[in-house]
Every structure is written in structure tokens, then in C-alpha cells.
């Protein structure tokens, strides 16, 4: 090779590790799909009354996306499929929440994962972390990397506004510290040196203060009448438990528009892919987080990058977060060795591109959430497939129940309202605690009260398939309808057929049952 080819190779590199753009993934904690750019008038739902003027920007200058699915509705398996862009089955001790594997039974298949802010780091990134991690912090290259400040007042948001009379100056001080964690991760970057930065705060996650969402955020829980999801009661307990989780995610919105203004205020925002989302669906509420359902899977999703995406861009298809290391790797001219599910998003998103260039459907399930939520531990298996018309549902275990045992709750009998609203392992633990889920147990037995208590937790049976052109909220179960027959078999064999070439462990004898996926053996 001659000395000016060489040359020209190198000048080439350095040309573009320097215009490498960053990546900045803002990713709150249970939020589901809800921002004002989701309203639509011909749908009535809570996004009528939620405002979020950043996520809005960011998908108006950008892409949003309307169907954008979780892999997992629960934390740990969530964020873990998102950096290693595979299917959460695959990830070993990160496929269930809290990581319950047996170290002594089996190598973990986690021990061989690299996943994306190590593949950046060794690519030459600055990478860093701020708030809820939820994976051994090994998988951002340990706790130095972590830029918690001690206070972490984000995560208190309402409580600490609510207890105070000087508000703005409250407000001051949280987003101070937004910015301090985010500034001091910047300081310590090279010269030129891009950056990988993720912000997972979790005041979106239980308990939030009752009334916040309209003392705070001016959320009037009246406004929701009509609006509620139709698997709850439209009730006022209920609205306003809605309305105060909303204010969280006006919260959210809020603390990532400092972040983006100090990247504005640098020059460095158009160079930066900026990812706005969340790890699952709303928490305590019917079919909400742990469900495969949308209301438990389906999630906000905004990408803006001036560079290569198209702005005013909408993908109506589903997608999954696996996707996004495929994409953030596509980017910045790296690869993974993890063996990713995913695929790459920005052939869509670039001028140009469209819909047809990807999947079209997402891969979503479970197994073990809180621990002790039924009798010796064991999870509640499930998978699903959903395409852009129809959500298939497996239930491997339909003499489960779904959201843990009722412990408490009898024919005669339940826990008080304040064990329930505080507490998750009162009755049924897979659903969050909060004053849904008691004034559901406290109102089950009243008439028309049915249906709901089986939307919140009641057993199911082994395969639901809803038509999502006349029922979006996937409220009719038409498995065993006759004029459905042949789409039940297709996408009941499309999902096997997955779940059998990744070698999904649910499907060899149980093995989720039993160790080294669990402590205690159910054969």
C-alpha cells in the first residue's frame, strides 16, 4: 500500500470517529405510550390531557413511532434485552427481574454478553450511566461509570414538591441535579471524544403522591371521563390515580429537556441521537405493567438525528427496543457480537425509506416478576406476537393465576385499603400496589365489577387472540372463534417457530421452573 492511499485511509477514520454522533437514551421507568403526541382526536385517552412539549419536539423533528413494543413488561429482562438487542429468554440470569439464577447449577449465558455500552466503549466512547441501572452495573463497565448524585431527588419528584410552599425553587433544585450528573459525565470525556449516556429516572414507577397530578401539573382527573382505558373502571379513585402517574411523565418530559438544552446550548444536539422512551407499560393498574397486552407492553418512542433521520417521519408498524442497539450500532459503523434479535431501524427512517423495510411485528413475554408472587416462587409463562392487526397470546400455564396469587384476598375477606395501596405483596403482587388495585379488590364483588376483576387478575385461558381493527383495547378473546381459525394457527405457528430457533428455555421441559432459572425444582 503507498504512503498516499495510507494516508488517505487514515485522514478518513479520524474524519469519522470525530463526526461519530452521540447518543443520548433518556428511558423512564414504567412509562408507558403517553405524550401529547399520541393524542388523537377520532380516540379518545389519556394522552388528551398529558403534555410533554420535548418528547413532542424530539418526534416532530425526528420519528415517531406508534406501535413501539418492550420485549419484556418488567424491569430487569426489559432493560437487558434493550442492550443486547435479543430476545429477553436469551439473556440467562437477566431474563427475569431481580436476576434469580443459580450460579453453582449452570454457566450464565449473561457471563458471554458484551451488549452496547461496552461495544461503544471499546468503539471509543465516553459511556455513563444516571439513576435506575437494574442490571449488574458490569454492563456499563462498573460503578465509575455510574453518575448517580447522592440525592437523586428526580425520583422523588412529587414528593418533595408537594411538601414544600416555594415550588419553583424546588423545581430548581431537582433539575440542578439533572444537569449536575449529566455535566460532571461530560467533564470527563476526551477532546472530540463522543458519548453514550443513559438517564432512567423513576419517579413514573410506584408510589407517587395521591393529588400530585393536579396540584402539581394542573391534571384534572374529571378530564379523563371518558378516556380511561376500557379495561377499568372509569371511576373517580381511579382518574385521579391516572392523573398523578400522568404528572410523572410530565415530570420526565421535563427533566430531559434540560438535558437537551445544555447539548443545544454546546452545539453538540444535532450530532447526538436522541432517544426518548420507557422500559414498560404504566404500573398498578389492569393489563398494565407485567402484561403482554399494550397496555403493559406499549411504550412512547421518539428518535431525532438532523443528520441522517428524516424529520415530521411516523412508522405505524411495531417495533420492538430490541431494535435499538441494532440501530444505535447501525449509526456509528460498529457491530455486536451478541448475536442480536433485533434489526436495524434507520434504513426506515432515512430519506427514502419506509415501513416495508422493517419486521413489522414484535416478540414480547415473561416469566418471573415479583418473587414470592405464587406459591414456591414459580413464574407465570407467557409469550405473544404482535403484528400490526392481530396480538397472539400463549399462556403456557393457564392454572396459574397471571398477577400472583390472591394470598389476602378471600370470598369473605382482603387486606385494608392502606396494605393495598402500599404495599405489592398484599394480594396478587405481580400488579403494583396502589389505590387501583384497592378499590378494585374492595369493589370486586359489586355488579358489572366482572369483567374488570378479569382484566386485573383474573386466570386466563391457554391461547387469546384479539382483532386489533375492532377491538384496539383487546377487551374479546376470540381464540375460539370459528371465523378466526386460520389466523390463530398462523400466528400461533409463526411464534413457536421463533421461540424454537432461538432455543427459547420455556420450551425445553420447563426449564424456567426449575434451576439454574429458579432456586427450587417444580418438575
Known amino acids: 500500500m503507498n504512503v498516499t492511499l495510507l494516508l488517505t485511509l487514515v485522514f478518513c477514520w479520524m474524519s469519522h470517529a470525530v463526526n461519530r454522533p452521540n447518543i443520548l437514551l433518556l428511558f423512564a421507568d414504567d412509562l408507558g405510550r403517553y405524550a401529547s403526541a399520541y393524542s388523537d382526536p377520532a380516540q379518545p385517552s389519556p394522552n388528551d390531557i398529558i403534555r410533554t412539549p420535548v418528547f413532542d419536539r424530539m418526534a416532530r423533528e425526528g420519528v415517531l413511532f406508534q406501535h413501539a413494543?418492550?420485549?419484556?413488561?418488567?424491569?430487569?429482562?426489559?432493560?437487558a434485552a434493550l442492550v443486547t438487542g435479543r430476545y429477553f429468554f436469551r439473556n440467562g440470569s437477566h431474563s427475569q427481574l431481580h436476576s434469580p439464577w443459580q450460579k453453582n447449577a449452570a454457566p450464565d449465558p449473561f457471563e458471554k454478553i458484551k451488549a452496547?455500552?461496552?461495544?461503544?466503549?471499546?468503539?471509543?466512547?465516553?459511556?455513563?450511566?444516571?439513576?435506575?441501572?437494574?442490571?449488574?452495573?458490569?454492563?456499563?463497565?462498573?460503578?465509575?461509570?455510574?453518575?448517580?448524585?447522592?440525592?437523586?431527588?428526580?425520583?422523588?419528584?412529587?414528593?418533595?414538591?408537594?411538601?414544600?410552599?416555594?415550588?419553583?425553587?424546588?423545581?430548581?433544585?431537582?433539575?440542578n441535579e439533572v444537569k449536575a450528573n449529566f455535566r460532571n459525565f461530560l467533564a470527563k470525556r476526551q477532546k472530540d471524544q463522543p458519548f453514550y449516556y443513559s438517564f432512567n429516572p423513576t419517579n413514573t414507577h410506584r408510589k407517587w403522591v395521591q393529588g400530585s397530578g393536579k396540584a402539581l401539573w394542573g391534571l384534572n382527573p374529571d378530564d379523563l371521563k371518558g378516556k380511561m382505558p376500557p379495561v377499568m373502571p372509569d371511576v373517580p379513585e381511579i382518574r385521579e390515580d391516572l392523573a398523578d402517574y400522568l404528572g410523572e411523565a410530565m415530570a420526565f418530559d421535563a427533566a430531559c429537556g434540560v438535558l437537551i438544552e445544555i447539548l443545544e446550548q454546546s452545539g453538540e444536539l444535532d450530532n447526538t441521537i436522541v432517544v426518548i422512551s420507557g422500559d414498560h407499560g404504566v404500573p398498578g393498574f389492569p393489563r398494565g405493567k407485567t402484561n403482554v397486552h399494550d397496555l403493559g407492553s406499549e411504550v412512547l418512542l421518539s428518535i431525532r438525528w438532523p443528520k441522517k433521520i428524516v424529520s415530521h417521519r411516523v412508522v405505524k408498524v411495531p417495533v420492538s427496543l430490541i431494535d435499538l442497539t441494532p440501530t444505535f450500532l447501525d449509526a456509528v459503523g460498529l457491530t455486536s457480537p451478541d448475536d442480536p434479535n433485533g434489526q436495524s431501524l434507520l434504513p426506515a427512517l432515512i430519506k427514502g425509506g419506509d415501513d416495508r423495510k422493517l419486521r413489522g411485528w414484535a416478540l414480547i413475554g415473561r416469566e418471573r416478576h415479583a418473587g414470592s408472587a405464587r406459591a414456591g416462587e414459580l413464574?407465570?409463562?407467557?409469550?405473544?406476537?404482535?403484528?400490526?392487526?392481530?396480538?397472539?397470546?400463549?399462556?403456557?400455564?393457564?392454572?396459574?393465576?397471571?398477577?400472583?396469587?390472591?394470598?389476602?384476598?378471600?370470598?369473605?375477606?382482603?387486606?385494608?385499603?392502606?396494605?393495598?395501596?402500599?404495599?405489592?405483596?398484599?394480594a396478587f403482587p405481580d400488579m403494583d400496589m396502589s389505590p387501583t388495585k384497592a378499590?378494585?379488590?374492595?369493589?370486586?364483588?359489586?355488579?358489572?365489577?366482572?369483567?374488570?376483576?378479569?382484566?386485573?387478575?383474573?386466570?386466563?385461558?391457554?391461547?387469546?387472540?384479539?382483532?386489533?381493527?375492532?377491538d384496539?383495547?383487546?377487551?374479546?378473546?376470540l381464540a375460539s372463534d370459528p371465523a378466526y381459525a386460520a389466523t390463530l394457527k398462523q400466528l400461533r405457528e409463526q411464534l413457536m417457530s421463533e421461540l424454537k430457533v432461538n432455543a427459547d428455555p420455556r420450551l425445553a421441559d420447563d426449564a424456567f421452573d426449575r434451576s439454574p432459572y429458579h432456586a427450587k425444582e417444580h418438575r
Open 439 to 470: 378499590w378494585l379488590v374492595k369493589h370486586r364483588k359489586d355488579a358489572g365489577m366482572a369483567p374488570f376483576i378479569d382484566f386485573a387478575w383474573g386466570k386466563r385461558p391457554g391461547e387469546e387472540l384479539y382483532d386489533l381493527s375492532t
Open 379 to 426: 413464574p407465570y409463562p407467557v409469550r405473544a406476537l404482535r403484528t400490526p392487526d392481530f396480538l397472539y397470546v400463549k399462556n403456557f400455564k393457564p392454572d396459574r393465576w397471571p398477577m400472583g396469587d390472591p394470598f389476602q384476598v378471600t370470598d369473605s375477606s382482603e387486606p385494608n385499603y392502606e396494605s393495598l395501596t402500599n404495599h405489592t405483596y398484599a
Open 69 to 79: 413494543f418492550v420485549a419484556v413488561p418488567s424491569c430487569t429482562p426489559s432493560r
Open 472 to 477: 384496539p383495547h383487546q377487551t374479546k378473546n
Open 116 to 175: 452496547l455500552p461496552l461495544i461503544l466503549r471499546d468503539g471509543g466512547y465516553h459511556i455513563g450511566h444516571s439513576l435506575k441501572l437494574h442490571m449488574r452495573d458490569s454492563i456499563i463497565g462498573g460503578k465509575g461509570n455510574l453518575y448517580n448524585s447522592a440525592g437523586q431527588k428526580i425520583n422523588e419528584y412529587s414528593e418533595i414538591l408537594t411538601k414544600t410552599t416555594d415550588k419553583e425553587a424546588a423545581k430548581k433544585q431537582i433539575f
